[in-house]
T-cell receptor, first 114, second 115 residues
Framework: DQQVKQNSPSLSVQEGRISILNCDYT??????FLWYKKYPAEGPTFLIS?????DKNEDGRFTVFLNKSAKHLSLHIVPSQPGDSAVYFC?????????????FGQGTTLQVKP | EAQVTQNPRYLITVTGKKLTVTCSQN?????MSWYRQDPGLGLRQIYY???????DKGDVPEGYKVSRKEKRNFPLILESPSPNQTSLYFC??????????????FGNGTRLTVT
């Protein structure tokens, strides 16, 4: 049973436009959410995170929005750049479990066209 | 350079032949973990270790063993590999199990094929 879902396997946007990547979760115990970015032949790298006590977190061109009632989060990239082309994984954590375990979505492949 | 190093990067083996994938980190991290990535399933945790000599099962531990004899090393052992263990494996580490204060740092992955 997939507790974290990224329903769009791929997304293509034009350079300079906004990229919106979506993620849904089912477990109400999740209270911390992260986005990781992965280039081919490399491991995932941490991008941005958000705690369940917030509804928005911004870091430069990257903003993550959290809608707890809908159990939905999204990553906005503005403006998108060709170097942003990668696979993006959404991940969730139950901090109270103290296991450090992250539950990942399936990933969304973003292509930013010049 | 701070990093998590996995070896080998690519491995092709046959069913039943024991193998070990090594993982080493140079960041003095207490927490280490192994994940496998499969198409349509994302990354799933195999095992984790809170500190030296402390390990525990993740979501998909069957067919795997780990050990944590030293802080920096966390090898993944497949005693009798089977084709369903063909996957992309990632080792990761962080300061602690507290994701809020210490995001996971991942290695570059080991692609394993079991025939």
């Amino acid at each position: 049973d997939q507790q974290v879902k990224q329903n769009s396997p791929s997304l293509s946007v034009q350079e300079g436009r906004i990229s919106i990547l979506n993620c849904d979760y089912t477990n109400s115990m999740f209270d911390y959410f992260l986005w990781y970015k992965k280039y081919p032949a490399e491991g995932p790298t941490f991008l941005i995170s958000i705690s369940s006590i917030k509804d928005k977190n911004e870091d430069g061109r990257f903003t993550v929005f959290l809608n707890k009632s809908a159990k939905h989060l999204s990553l906005h990239i503005v403006p998108s750049q060709p170097g942003d082309s990668a696979v993006y994984f959404c991940a969730a954590s139950d901090l109270s479990s103290n296991t450090g375990k992250l539950i990942f979505g399936q990933g969304t492949t973003l292509q930013v066209k010049p | 350079e701070a990093q998590v190093t996995q070896n080998p990067r690519y491995l092709i083996t046959v069913t039943g032949k024991k193998l070990t994938v090594t993982c080493s980190q140079n960041m003095n991290h207490e927490y280490m973990s192994w994940y496998r990535q499969d198409p349509g399933l994302g990354l799933r945790q195999i095992y984790y270790s809170m500190n030296v000599e402390v390990t525990d099962k993740g979501d998909v531990p069957e067919g795997y063993k780990v050990s944590r004899k030293e802080k920096r090393n966390f090898p993944l052992i497949l005693e009798s590999p089977s084709p369903n263990q063909t996957s992309l494996y990632f080792c990761a580490s962080s300061l602690s199990a507290d994701s809020y204060n210490s995001p996971l740092h991942f290695g570059n992955g080991t692609r394993l094929t079991v025939t």
